[in-house]
T-cell receptor, first 111, second 113 residues
Framework: GENVEQHPSTLSVQEGDSAVIKCTYSDSASNYFPWYKQELGKRPQLIIDIRSNVGEKKDQRIAVTLNKTAKHFSLHITETQPEDSAVYFCAASIGYSTLTFGKGTMLLVSP | DGGITQSPKYLFRKEGQNVTLSCEQNLNHDAMYWYRQDPGQGLRLIYYSQIVNDFQKGDIAEGYSVSREKKESFPLTVTSAQKNPTAFYLC????????????FGQGTRLTVV
């Protein structure tokens, strides 16, 4: 089955810096790559996703890039703010299959 | 108010007892899922269901059971056979289709003493 590796497990940045979280996947047939944000004590929520026919997608301060050849995708957050502090999960799936999640990255943005 | 609701938020049980976690959704989603979240382990799939009266094992189904008698409901029973039941449990639902967003409940924290 699919295996998703996520790095780093923790990431500390200063407010205003950029943050990058990277994920790799094992199954080259995977074609959907969402990112979820989970604030402390709350439910995970989708923040951005990308499909395999697209190399990059942006939404204000967040962007996701996909390299199908290398089987990795990354989340980029620019101009980080304290409210960006949370656990971020990447995931991958193939068509109608269930999502396989990475182990998460705890992002801490210090004022 | 549409959404997916889990209850209770906190649950305590004695070792050796079965316990059932509730998950209800009014989003008209066909697919429902149960995940277990442990620190540093991400979200691991326990069971999922794509249609009423049918469900499939996920990666860590041992010691758990589910039922899907209604489209809106997908309860999870943590049995006494589950060796490490203390965890945070998340229920999710989605449309039945390729590349669809999963919506999560607020979770149930189960503590077995």
């Amino acid at each position: 089955g699919e295996n998703v590796e996520q790095h780093p497990s923790t990431l500390s940045v200063q407010e205003g810096d950029s943050a990058v979280i990277k994920c790799t996947y094992s199954d080259s047939a995977s074609n959907y790559f969402p990112w979820y944000k989970q604030e402390l004590g709350k439910r995970p929520q989708l923040i951005i996703d990308i499909r395999s026919n697209v190399g990059e997608k942006k939404d204000q301060r967040i962007a996701v890039t996909l390299n199908k050849t290398a089987k990795h995708f990354s989340l980029h957050i620019t101009e980080t703010q304290p409210e960006d502090s949370a656990v971020y999960f990447c995931a991958a799936s193939i068509g109608y299959s269930t999502l396989t999640f990475g182990k998460g990255t705890m992002l801490l943005v210090s004022p | 108010d549409g959404g997916i609701t889990q209850s209770p938020k906190y649950l305590f049980r004695k070792e050796g007892q079965n316990v059932t976690l509730s998950c209800e959704q009014n989003l008209n989603h066909d697919a429902m899922y149960w995940y277990r979240q442990d620190p540093g382990q991400g979200l691991r799939l326990i069971y999922y269901s794509q249609i009423v009266n049918d469900f499939q094992k996920g990666d860590i189904a041992e010691g758990y059971s589910v039922s899907r008698e209604k489209k809106e409901s997908f309860p999870l029973t943590v049995t006494s056979a589950q060796k490490n039941p203390t965890a945070f449990y998340l229920c999710a639902s989605s449309d039945l289709g390729a590349n669809t967003e999963a919506f999560f409940g607020q979770g149930t924290r189960l503590t077995v003493v």
